[in-house]
């Protein structure tokens, strides 16, 4: 499966700002999708994951309360809704598809990135 994510831009501190990941292929639905975001300087962190079929989620404690996963497999589109967005936030984010997993080796297919800039 291939991968394209967007959305990303340029937000101020509170703002809300929600990326898409756009799948290629018939087999989406098998996969689960987990968002991944890296800082300047800094490793490549889990975000988020939901399953195939949608029903489950999984976040990391940074985001949690703030960050909703979706997606609209009739649109083979996963979702990012970032709300109250902070500093911290900013990272170019990624989209994976693959396994139910908080790590990277969960995931075979990546997209390229969006970037995400959080301004104070």
């Known amino acids: 499966v291939q991968l394209q994510a967007s959305g990303g831009g340029l937000v101020q501190a509170g703002d809300s700002l929600r990326l898409s990941c756009v799948a290629s292929g018939r087999t989406f639905t098998r996969y689960a999708t987990g968002w991944f975001r890296q800082a300047p300087g800094k490793e490549r962190e889990f975000v988020g994951v939901i399953t195939g079929s949608g029903g489950s989620t999984l976040y990391a404690d940074s985001v949690k309360g703030r960050f909703t996963i979706s997606r609209d497999n009739a649109k083979n589109t996963v979702y990012l809704q970032m709300n109250s967005l902070k500093l911290e936030d900013t990272a170019v984010y990624y989209c994976?598809?693959?396994?139910?997993?908080?790590?990277?080796?969960?995931?075979?297919?990546w997209g390229q990135g969006t970037l995400v800039t959080v301004s104070s």
């Open positions: 994976a598809a693959g396994r139910l997993s908080a790590t990277m080796t969960g995931y075979d297919s």
